[in-house]
C-alpha cells in the first residue's frame, strides 16, 4: 500500500532557553557552545549545541562570550570532552533559545539546533 501524499511526518521538535557556560572556537568564532538549566542555583550540564548559528552570529557571539570569561567550570560537574578539546568557561549570564528532538538518558540535548 502507497503512502498517502496528504501524510506529512513531523518532527515534533521542543525548545527551551539554555544558558551558556562555556564555548568551543574557531579562531575568532564559536564552533559550538556548551549549555546547561539552573537547577537549585546550580548550573546542569545539558549538552552542546553548534548548529544554526551564522558565521556573523558566531563572530558576535564570541566577543560577547569573551567578555565573560571565568577560570573555572560554572557547571556543577565537569561537561565531557575529548582530550584535545578546549572549552572557555564563562559567567553563565547569556541564555540562548535552542530546539532539540529530545534528552537522552543522561539528561542531554539530542539533535540541537540554535534559534537566534
Partial sequence: SKKSD??????????LMGTIGGYMEEGTTVRSLALGL???GDLVYIGRAGSGMTE???RELHQQLAALHISSCPFSALPPS???EVLHWVKPMVEIPVEYME??????????VIKL
Avoid: V, Y
Avoid at 7 to 12: G, M, V
Avoid at 103 to 112: N, Y
Fill in 82 to 84: 575529548k582530550k584535545d
Fill in 6 to 15: 496528504h501524510w506529512l511526518k513531523i518532527k515534533n521538535r521542543r525548545s
Fill in 103 to 112: 534528552l537522552t538518558e543522561e539528561g542531554f540535548l539530542r539533535h540541537p
Fill in 56 to 58: 556573523d552570529q558566531a
Fill in 38 to 40: 539552573f537547577q537549585d
